[in-house]
């Protein structure tokens, strides 16, 4: 059966006129499936934890209700489609218990649409739920893991499908998620800009911070940070390739590392990255491994898929293999 989970808010609310073009493609097809709309977390999370191998206890029966609960009990297995954005995708994988016996797919919907363009998921929604029904490839991806420690000093493991990392692309994704700019470009379909926006203001205002990077056989340091970033895939930020060699299947993380330099340069080298000739200048390395250790002097913000959770000043990122994903 196939469950769509579907992210009300995603887009300002894009989700649901996505969902009434998609229907009829099912029903014409005689499709089994059922449409989830979660409009809280806990909610979600309850869901895909049961639906991937995880016990269902009487606590996540209150949380989830009638109509959930029939379907874990009565389907004989569940394929997830993810009506929403990297966000949304995040939160899925993250409350899968068995990855490598469970099937994920997604339909466009989000601003950032990250992992979607990666795997190569069509634009259009309907296109892309018939290349799926029809004509399904399968493919077997990496996905990350970030460990670090909370700010009440948990040991905390959060999954990345996309990338992880700390610095500027962290401090545009905090910025960008407390930004009401990006609410009213959403509704114009533009929703991408205001990454542009937000990225120019962080070159003049963020502060920099010694970094060290402990790669599988590799140690790297920079007095002054600009950003690091673990990259499964080679686009994150609304189709920006800091890792354009990136292969999602070959087991490893891509690791860019930028030291900042005078505003000038780094305005270049931002315009220059959306063609991935930013790997070009001297100040910015890329890595491949396995594991990377990044530790900074001064606490910085991390992201995993564009959410931050919290700063942090010591972060091990690592690769992991084994999703199935079909698109």
Avoid at 164 to 192: F, H, P, Q, R, T
Avoid at 213 to 231: C, H, Q
Wanted: aromatic residues 8%.
């Amino acid at each position: 059966m196939y469950c769509f989970i579907m992210n009300p808010t995603a887009s300002s609310g894009m989700g649901r006129r996505v969902w009434k073009k998609l229907r009829p493609v099912l029903d014409e097809r005689n499709v089994e499936y059922k449409l989830l709309v979660f409009n809280k977390i806990e909610k979600l999370i309850s869901f895909v934890n049961a639906a991937t191998g995880g016990e269902i206890t009487e606590e996540t029966k209150k949380t989830l209700g009638k109509k959930s609960l029939n379907i874990l009990q009565n389907a004989s297995s569940i394929h997830i489609v993810v009506l929403g954005g990297d966000g949304t995708l995040n939160l899925v994988l993250n409350a899968i218990v068995d990855i490598k016996n469970t099937k994920l797919s997604c339909i466009r919907i989000g601003s950032g649409n990250d992992f979607a363009r990666n795997t190569g998921v069509d634009k259009k929604p309907e296109k892309a739920l018939v290349n799926l029904l029809d004509k399904p490839q399968e493919l077997i991806l990496d996905y990350g893991e970030a460990t670090y420690e909370s700010e009440d000093g948990a040991s905390v493991t959060k999954r990345f499908i996309i990338s992880s990392g700390i610095g500027y692309d962290a401090d545009i994704c905090e910025e960008v998620s407390k930004s009401k700019l990006k609410k009213k470009l959403n509704k114009l379909y533009m929703g991408k800009l205001v990454y542009v926006a937000v990225g120019i203001k962080q070159i003049f205002s963020r502060k920099t911070t010694k970094v060290t990077l402990y790669m599988d056989d590799n140690k790297v340091s920079v007095d002054k940070l600009f950003f690091s970033v673990g990259m499964i895939h080679k686009m994150e930020g609304g189709g920006v390739p800091f890792c354009p060699n990136a292969d999602p299947t070959d087991g490893y993380l891509d690791i860019c590392l930028a030291s900042a330099v005078s505003i000038p340069k780094l305005l270049l080298e931002v315009a220059m990255v959306y063609r991935g000739r930013h790997i070009l200048f001297s100040n910015i390395g890329q890595y491949r491994s396995k594991t990377v250790r990044i530790v900074t002097d001064e606490p910085q913000w991390i992201h995993t898929d564009g959410e931050t959770p919290c700063r942090v000043s010591d972060v091990t990122l690592s690769c992991r293999q084994g999703l199935h994903f079909v698109k």
